[in-house]
């Protein structure tokens, strides 16, 4: 039997490239608001790349954003099994288009501050993005057990991340400077939701630091994640 052209393409690059490379264009190919969303980053990362076309790499990212997004409420109406991958792309690209534009160390459209002082750290803190992320849950909940055995299935393994208690056993200096962020939001009313974020960040230190002493079997065999979130 023939190898399947998806079964090519993974072979021929790595899990992340192939992600990237292969999996998501083709559902781009199907869903035009997907495709919007991927030339979206594609406009941002022009714009860093080259500071004498960010105004309008800018204007242009922000164009097929704004696309993406009528196309993607228009698909979330009806979810279903056909749709969910491209419903889950969207929201992975939305996570990183709101990271590039909110940054409050990067500069504006037009090259000067983003904002005052104070908005700025309401950026770090999290008022933009926080609140999109929990918002995938609302996706994530119809669609995971579709996505679990679809193309974007090699994503969808934790390994052991249920398992993970960043409260158990002493606290190393890593940790420890991460929890100091605590003094940032000690006086906020949302302070509760930057913790609920400071416990997801400490155990996505907990998660990478396995792959530092893990033989490469094992780590080979661990799937995508060990990718993305190796720090």
Known sequence: MAASPAGNAESRCSKTLYIWQEALPQIGF???FVLHALLSLAALHIAYTFPTERSRSWLVGMY???????GFRRELSVITEENSEAL???SICNVLYVFA???PLYQGIDGGP????SAQQEKVLGSEWIPMIRGLEAVLQPTHNYLRSGSMKAIMSTGNWD???PEQGSQDPED?????ARESWRDSDQAEVYEDALRVLRKCRLYSLQFREMDSETKSNWGYNKECRQL
Request: hydrophobic share 25%.
């Open 101 to 103: 534009t909110s940054n």
């Open 176 to 180: 420890a400077h991460f929890c100091r």
């Open 64 to 70: 097929h954003h704004n696309e993406a997004l009528t």
């Open 114 to 117: 983003t904002g005052s002082t």
């Open 88 to 90: 889950f792309t969207w």
């Open 30 to 32: 199907r869903y035009p």
């Open 163 to 165: 398992e993970l208690n």
